[in-house]
C-alpha cells in the first residue's frame, strides 16, 4: 500500500470557473422540524452552487469542517504522547500530499463540478474541502495500514469510534399491504456536526431522474442514503476490517450518485456498480418497489459479488455475506466485530418477529432498538455513533427521516414527499424507535456528550462529569462505569478508578470478554496502587479474555503494570489496544 502511495501521480483538479447561477431562497429553502430541506436543480455545478449559498452557515457548522481535521484527529490518538500534535501535522500534511491529492484526481467531472459549485457557492476554502470529502476513503487507508502492519488479531492503538450502519428491508407478505419499506440507521463520524445540521435535500439534475437525498448540510451528491423517482431507495455500509485498497479506485458516493441519477430497475443499478471500482470496500444496498427485490452488491477495490435475496426480509450491518468474499475480513476490534455480527443477527430477528404485520413505524423501532440484554452496547442498532436514521416507502415516494441528536434513530421519524418536494405531516410521524425509558434516554445522552467532550476537545474533567450523571441515570449500564473507570485511571486518580470497577464488578455482564477486560484494567490499577496480590488474583481472571486482553494480562502476571497513556474507544466503550 505505501509503494502504491509513492507510485502515485495523480493530477489534483483544477479551479472551475463559472458564473453564479440563479437562486430562489423563499422556493428553494424552509426549515422544518429541526431539517434543512432545499430543492436544488441544474447541472452539477449549478446544484454544488445552489446548495453552498443556501447552507452556508450550517456547512461552516456541519460535518465538512470536522471532516477536513478528522484524519489528523485519529493519527493523535493513535500515538498519544506529548508529540502526538506534532507528529498528528506532519503525517496529515503527507496523507493529504500523496493519498488526498490523489483520489481528489480520481473524481468524475460531474462530482468535481458539483465541488467547485459548493464551494463558490458556500465562499469555502477550496483546499479544506478537498480535504474533508476525500476524507471517507483517506480514513479507510489509514486503517488499511494499521491491518496490513499489525499481528493476525491483534487490534492497532485506535480511539476513535468504529463505525457501522444498519439495514431492515421487509416486502411483499411481510408488510401489512405488500409495499416494500428500507429502513436504515448511518452510522458514521460525525456526531455533533451532521446530526446537528441534518439536510433533506431534493435534486432535479438536468440530466436524469429526480431524487432525494438524506444528509447533512455540506454533504453533495445522492450516493449514501437517497431514493429516485423510479421507486430505488439505495444505501451504501462500509466496511473497515478489509485490508483491500486502491488509490486509484473511485470515491465513495459516486456510483450511487449516478444509480439515481440514471437507474429506473436492479438491473441498471447493477450495470453501473459492475463500471465501478472504488478505492475501498464497501456494500450498496439498492431496493425496487416495482420489482419488489433488493440487491445487495458487495464489493472491495479487488472484489465484488452480487445477489438478490429470497426475502420477504433482509437485514444487514458491517460484514460480507456473500461467500467469495469470505476470509478476507480482519478482525479489526473484537467488541467492534461481535457488535457488527450482533445487529445483523438482531435486525434479522427483529424482522422475522414482525413477518406479516410490519409497518414503517415498526421499520422504525428495529432502527431505535436497544438491544437484547442490559448491556446497551451488546448488539444494539441504535448506537453512539447512529448519525441520521431514515425509513424509505418508495411506492408513495416518501422518506422518513428522524429529528433529533445522535442516536437520531430513539427520535421521532418526519415525512417528506420526494413527489412534492416537500414535508407531509399527513402521513404522520413515527415513533416506533423512541427510547421509552426517560432515564436511560438521559444517561445515553449524558455518555454522548462526555464522549464530544473528551475527543472533540480534550476536556477529560468534563467528560468525567458527563460519565458521573450517565451512572447515575442508569447505574445498571456496565459499559457507563467501565468507561467512568477508564476516565478515572487516565486522568491519573486511582482511587477514583477503583471505585468505579469495583462497583460494576457487581454488575453482571452477559459478555465474558467484558468481564475479563474489566478484570485486566482492574488488576492495572491494584499495580499502580502497590497492591500486587490483589492484581495477580485480577490477571489470572483476566486470561479468559480474549486475545489482547489475555496476553496483556500474561504480560502483568510477569511484571506489574507502569502506567502508559492509552485511548479509550467510545462507540462500544472499550480500550481497542489494551
Known sequence: MLRALIASRGKFPAPVERLSPPLNPARQYERYAGFHVVRLAGDPYEMGWQHGALLKDAIARGPIP???KYVSRVVELA???PASPLIAKVANEALWRGVGRTIASNFPDEAREAIEGLAQGADMDRDELWRAVTMPETYLFVIGLFLAARRPHVAPRFSVPICGCTSAVAWGNATTDGRMLHARNFDYQGVGTWDVEPLIAFHRP?????????????????GITAMNEAGLSMVVHQHLASVDFDLGGMPVGVAGDRIMRFAENLNDAEKILREHVPNGSWTYLVTSEREQEVLCYELTSKRSHAFRPAGPT????????AAPLEGIEAHLYPAQWRHNTGRYHRATSLLEAKR??????????????????SCRFQDAISSLVTVASVVFDARDSVVWAAEGRAPTSNHPF???SLKDEAPVPSRGTLRGGAEKDAAQLRAFDAYREAYEAHFDHDDLPRARELLARACREAPGQWVFGFV?????LLAGDLEGADVHFTKIASVAHPEGARRAALSLWHGRVHDLRKRRVE???AYREALIGEAPVARAASAGLKVPYAWSAFSIEWNFGDVLSP
Open 66 to 68: 470536522a471532516f477536513s
Open 79 to 81: 500515538a498519544p504522547g
Open 206 to 222: 438536468s440530466k436524469g431522474q429526480r431524487y432525494v437525498a438524506v444528509s447533512s448540510a455540506g454533504v453533495l451528491l445522492g
Open 314 to 321: 433482509f437485514g444487514y450491518s458491517n460484514i460480507y455475506l
Open 356 to 373: 406479516g404485520a410490519i409497518t414503517a413505524d415498526h421499520m422504525a423501532a428495529i432502527l431505535g432498538d436497544t438491544g437484547s440484554t
Open 414 to 416: 418526519h415525512a417528506f
Open 484 to 488: 467512568a473507570g477508564l476516565a478515572a
Open 535 to 537: 492484581a495477580l488474583r
